[in-house]
């Protein structure tokens, strides 16, 4: 399989679009580059919010930028598994939800793989090269996602979601709808480079849209001269998506026990809107500051028996709640020379404010492997 080599980290996006459900004839966006198609005979438009999305039969698929079609519509459909097999073979974006893997969702489309390409950046922020990327074979197999987009070429970057109340339809079409929405500009440049290919999001579940989103960054050391080890660093990114955040859980992992993490950052610190990361101690060399919502409190710890960093961001009382700036977290480490697939754990977790309560999103785990 052919997979387009695309561009940076940070992430979000998705898809959705529409015709009407038992007939062939578009009654919203006219078929084109720049809309969504949903394929749902159980909703209808007045209960959905948004542009540039139609509802659409499973007769006729026309052309369409992205499609999304749920689980339970789609697993004993085969002609329509072939029409979408057909549409994801030819660049387009397909989008899956309601509970399932990502092994379910190759199943289901009929493709071999699921990878995409991951830019790999020096110090100084310029592409030293471009890898396949791929996800650890325990989370394709067993881990339950509740909205996958997928496309092997596309404008649009990617998404792999936790929805807690995936059950309602309305509140994962509507999610599909604001980020086809939110990344639509993306599809209007033929030549954008996307530097984030996929998304990594927490969704809450009565608050529908309410979300965190991750995503990330791998770097090299170009001046590396070990002849026993290669050094690597992960920045991992977070947004909120209101500006109510009241806590961040994040943590990155070694999956592999030979690696060992040689810096981190930003380290503990409370009370501070100024957040500041400086790597280096022999690894690669990173440093960047950033202007936090607020004067949160931040306490990192390096786990060196279990080969992990973690770190807590805690609102400070009286003052601002997270907003929807991005916060970001750095870990450098050493693998053994010409290792050919970096393994890397991401976990996270955030909890927004309510006015008389917290509201957390569930944990959500990110095993991804570099092919370097």
């Not at 459909?77 to 660049?91: R, S, T, V």
């Amino acid at each position: 399989m052919k997979i387009k080599t695309m561009k940076k980290l940070l992430i979000t996006v998705v898809l959705a679009i529409t015709f009407l459900f038992g007939t062939n004839t578009i009654y919203a966006m006219p078929q084109g580059d720049y809309n969504l198609a949903i394929i749902d005979s159980n909703i209808s438009y007045s209960q959905l919010n948004g542009s540039n999305f139609c509802l659409i039969s499973n007769s006729n698929l026309g052309n369409f930028s992205s499609y999304a079609v749920s689980y339970n519509t789609l697993i004993n459909n085969y002609e329509l598994q072939e029409k979408l097999h057909e549409k994801i073979n030819d660049g387009i974006q397909v989008s899956i939800y309601g509970a399932l893997t990502i092994k379910e969702y190759k199943d289901l489309l009929n493709i071999e793989t699921f990878e995409f390409s991951t830019p790999v950046f020096n110090s100084n922020n310029n592409k030293e090269k471009v890898v396949i990327t791929q996800f650890s074979e325990f989370q394709e197999n067993t881990v339950e996602e509740n909205i996958i987009s997928y496309a092997q070429e596309s404008n649009l970057p990617n998404l792999i979601a936790t929805v807690e109340n995936y059950t309602n339809e309305k509140i994962m079409l509507q999610i599909l709808i604001e980020e086809f929405e939110n990344n639509r500009h993306r599809l209007f440049d033929r030549a954008l480079i996307i530097d984030s290919q996929f998304g990594f999001k927490s969704y809450l579940g009565a608050e529908g849209t309410v979300n965190v989103d991750m995503g990330y960054i791998l770097y090299t050391d170009e001046n590396d001269v070990d002849p026993n080890r290669d050094y690597y660093a992960l920045t991992t990114n977070f947004t909120f998506s209101l500006g109510n955040g009241s806590k961040l859980y994040v943590k990155h992992s070694a999956a592999n026990k030979a690696y060992n993490f040689i810096d981190y950052g930003p380290r503990s610190c409370h009370g501070t809107s100024s957040i500041g990361v400086n790597l280096g101690a022999g690894g690669v060399a990173l440093s960047y500051t950033y202007t936090a919502n607020g004067t949160p409190n931040i306490t990192s710890q390096n786990d060196t028996t279990n080969k992990a960093i973690t770190w807590t961001m805690t609102h400070v009382p009286f003052s601002l709640m997270f907003g929807t700036g991005m916060y970001s977290f750095s870990s450098s480490f050493a693998v053994p020379q010409n290792e050919k697939t970096i393994s890397m754990d991401i976990e996270f977790n955030g909890e927004m404010s309510r006015p008389s309560s917290t509201a957390k999103t569930k944990l959500k785990t990110v095993s991804i492997r570099f092919n370097v």
